[in-house]
Every structure is written in C-alpha cells, then in structure tokens.
C-alpha cells in the first residue's frame, strides 16, 4: 500500500509544477485526506513561482474517482455526501480555476467519477489512446459533482452531456476527442513528450495575457466558498462557473446512505468488496 504521506507527488522546475495523484494500487481514486492534500497544492501554485500546472496520476490510471471504500464501517452512519462535496470536492475545483496559470490534465487510463472533474477544469487535455472517460455518478445513486454539470454541457453539447451523465457510460480517448474533451490524443509513448513540450511552452508565454484567456480566474480569487446567495439574474449577463455549477447534491439525494452507494459501486464493478 502507498505510504499515506506520498499519496500526492508534487515537483517543480522551470516553472513547470507537476501534482500526481499517487495510489496507483486504486486506481488513482481519492480518497479524503488525498483530497485535502491536492486542494493545498492546488492552492499554493499561486504563489510559488508556477508558470504552468500538470495534473497527471501515477501508473495506469488519471483517477478514478472517489474511493468509495476508504469509509470505514464506523464512519459511515454518519457520512453527509453533501457535506462531503461542499468541503472537499467543489473547493478543489474552484482553487483550480482560480489560478492564474494554466492546467494541464495528463490522461492516461480512467479518468472517472470526480476524476473526470478534475480533468474538465483543467485548461487542456492531453490524453493517451487508452484514456477513458466517464460520468459514472448515475451508477451509485448520486448526481454528478465537481462541476461536471457547468463544464460537459459546454464542451459536447446539453444532449451528449445528458447522455453521459444519466447513463455513466465511459468512452475513449478517441470519442473524447472527437467530442471536444480532449484537445489532444497521441500514443502513450508519446505522451509525456507531448506534454511536457505543450507545458514548456506555455511557461514561456505572457503570464498577463495567458492569465486574461482564464475567464474564471479573476473573478474566483474574489469569491469565497460557499458563494452568497443571489437573486436571478438576466442570462445576457455572463455566468459564473462558481455561481451556478458546484452545488453539492439536491435535497433528495441528501439522504443517500454510503451503504447503499457503496454496494451499488460493488454491483456495478466501481468497487471490490
């Protein structure tokens, strides 16, 4: 098992700041503490000399999504998933498109769950040919988080999105691609290269101008999470990712037990028992 204290790799040089998600052994998938340590890595690349960010996962697999099995028995009466959502997931996200640099998700195996999330907020998307993504939330009983509902829409359409979402079907690279999820899909051999050629590039250009092309970066260092309420607003004005995309779950899904969402990821092969 990966030492708790390397879950999360993190390197930096030549401005160029590499996150992997380390827990190969699962997939890449998160669990809380993971969460927590990405969200501070995230956060510090503000101010630590970053040009550019590369999230990747270690091993064959982006991430995975959440570890539905890191709950233990004891824990689980009295999990709240929105609560969950609202202090774990949703503030990495925003902490990403708060940044004044550019994100870049290395892809290569299953990016699904939250693990699609994390690469949607990215700015690119560079992915091997066995990169495979998928909004499996429907298949545990639960809506999608992390912003999937503000990023898929506006990427492949609201009737794709749908699809995807309510069946939790997963596709590859090359559909992601084909779709506008992917900017870019090369050979795994190739895709470090193509990376870290793209992610050169990019530290060498104008921060002011790479930062103005981030139309949420500005705005999201002024909010703070959870976003006061506000009243309805004309749709000629333009949308905020923080304003309408990161809620947690409705009410009705509020009341979904981990017992039963983690027996539905067993059904559904998300997760060994």
Known sequence: MTDSRE???????????????????RRNSVDRETVQSLLAAVRQSADDGTRVLILTGAGDSFCAGADLAATSASDIANF??????RENVNPTILAMRALPVPVIARVHGHAVGVGCNYALACDMIVASEQALFGQVFVRVGLMPDGGSTF?????????????MMATGDII????????????????????????DGLAARLAQAPRVAIEKLRPDSTTARRQTWPPRSTSRRSTSR???????????????????????????????????E
């Open 7 to 25: 879950k999360l790799l993190v390197t930096i040089q030549g401005g160029v700041k590499r996150i992997t998600i380390n827990r190969p052994e």
């Open 80 to 85: 709240d998933v929105t609560k969950s959502i």
């Open 151 to 163: 990023f898929l829409p506006r990427l492949v359409g609201y009737h794709k999105a749908f699809e």
């Open 172 to 195: 590859g690279a090359q559909e992601a691609h084909q779709l506008g999820i992917a900017n870019k899909v090369v050979p795994f051999a190739e895709l470090d290269a193509t990376v």
């Open 238 to 272: 333009p949308v905020s990712i923080h304003r309408i995309s990161l809620r947690a779950s409705p009410p009705s899904c509020r009341s979904a037990r981990p017992s039963s969402i983690r027996r539905r990821a067993a059904e559904t092969g998300l997760i060994d």
